[in-house]
């Protein structure tokens, strides 16, 4: 059992890494994770992909006066673009500056995935490198 932190929203995040099958310097590494520098790994939260219908939090506010702040949660109503890096999010927030309904657009790293519960640690396998490059 490790603990990492997520880079994205500095959550903590507990971990428990695995190599089953996996050779004995691989399974050494797998021990070790977790002690000395914290490890980087996403949260479930920020691991997510939303879709449209999902309901996000706000992480890194828009810029100008939007009245959307850090932590705010909006439903996305359009995915634009491919790619888990070109994406973007149209977020749709209620009841923000006195306007009944506000749009934004997020890059994903912007945004978390809201209303996820998890209290167990993530698993992690590792594997070691594939021959075939
Ligand atoms: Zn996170």
Redesign the pocket.
């Known amino acids: 059992m490790g603990y990492a932190y997520?880079?994205?929203?500095?959550?903590a995040?507990r971990f428990k890494a695995s190599a089953a099958g996996g050779p004995t310097w691989l399974k050494e590494v797998a021990s070790s994770l977790g002690r000395g520098e914290p490890a980087v790994l996403?949260?479930?939260?920020?691991?997510l992909v939303p879709e449209v219908g999902d309901f996000i939090a706000v992480?890194d506010p828009p810029y100008g006066e939007t009245g959307v702040e850090q932590g705010a949660v909006g439903k996305v109503v359009e995915v634009e673009g491919q790619g888990p890096f070109r994406k973007r999010f149209l977020v749709e927030f209620t009841g923000v500056s006195g306007s009944p309904k506000v749009q934004h657009l997020f890059h994903a790293h912007q945004i978390?995935a809201a209303g996820v519960e998890f209290d167990s640690s993530i698993p992690v396998s590792l594997h070691p490198p594939r021959e075939d490059s």
């Open positions: 997520c880079p994205r929203c500095q959550r995040v996403y949260c479930i939260s920020c691991w992480l978390q």
